[in-house]
């Protein structure tokens, strides 16, 4: 008798939890959206690590550095050195999570597209598209949550235990850094102050260099124009 109520309730277990299911509708599938956020926090956390290369580690110093400066240094490969300091400002970026790599190349290429022209000079729409979305993404990563949990006082025990898009974020090193150089080289070029547009890849390098990328301070392109154009007599 008893073995057949388990029996009896295993195989009705699932169609009570299918009515439920039918019955809560979007609880369902919100609790679903929850576990499938958290099993991606956790991938994410896992294949990524939110490891940050930083010069004092042993892999920096000893591994990372040294192969860097030594294909810097050939000679042979002078004509290719500013792409030599750009992949590996990305690869020291990058570790810190594919997903910060991708909103500094996204930032330099959208700045770089809407400044190369000349239009951009005097235009205050244009330098408004410009500059919006790179602090748009700033103020995501590095103050969306002090608004929401400080300020909104969200910080519920159910948004602090379940993945959410906006409290579950993980700030990118640098990103102030490398957002108010992109927006002061759109400033410059709406002033025409900038007259010569620079190739992508000497801009890309000028936001993205490792060594100032996640220390500072913030330069104008003006400070760094000179070496940049003569990276491959140096």
């Known amino acids: 008798?008893?073995?057949?109520?388990?029996l009896a309730s295993t195989a009705i277990r699932p169609l009570v939890s299918s009515k439920q299911e039918i019955h809560l509708g979007g609880i369902a599938i919100m609790l679903r959206l929850k576990n499938w956020g958290n099993t991606l926090t956790a991938f994410s956390a896992t294949a990524c690590g939110h490891v940050k290369m930083i010069f004092n580690q042993f892999e920096f110093l000893f591994l990372f550095l040294p192969i860097v400066v030594s294909g810097f240094f050939l000679s042979y490969l002078r004509p290719i050195r500013i792409y030599i300091l750009i992949c590996a400002s990305l690869i020291f970026y990058g570790i810190s999570g594919l997903e910060h790599a991708i909103v500094l190349v996204v930032d330099i290429i959208w700045v770089y597209a809407l400044t190369r022209s000349n239009y951009i000079i005097g235009n205050r729409v244009l330098l408004a598209i410009a500059v919006i979305p790179p602090a748009l993404a700033l103020f995501y990563y590095?103050?969306?949550?002090f608004f929401l949990n400080d300020v909104f006082n969200l910080n519920?025990?159910?948004i602090s235990e379940s993945f959410s898009l906006f409290t579950n974020i993980i700030l990118p090193a640098g990103i102030s850094f490398f957002t108010f150089q992109v927006v002061s080289f759109a400033v410059d070029r709406y002033r025409g102050e900038i007259k010569e547009v620079p190739e992508l890849s000497k801009f890309g390098l000028y936001i993205s260099f490792f060594p100032q990328l996640?220390?500072?301070p913030?330069?104008?392109y003006h400070n760094v124009v000179q070496g940049l154009n003569s990276l491959e007599t140096f």
């Open 142 to 145: 590095k103050y969306l949550g």
């Open 218 to 220: 913030i330069l104008r």
């Open 1 to 6: 008798f008893v073995f057949v109520r388990r």
């Open 156 to 158: 519920t025990r159910e």
């Open 214 to 216: 996640v220390a500072g």
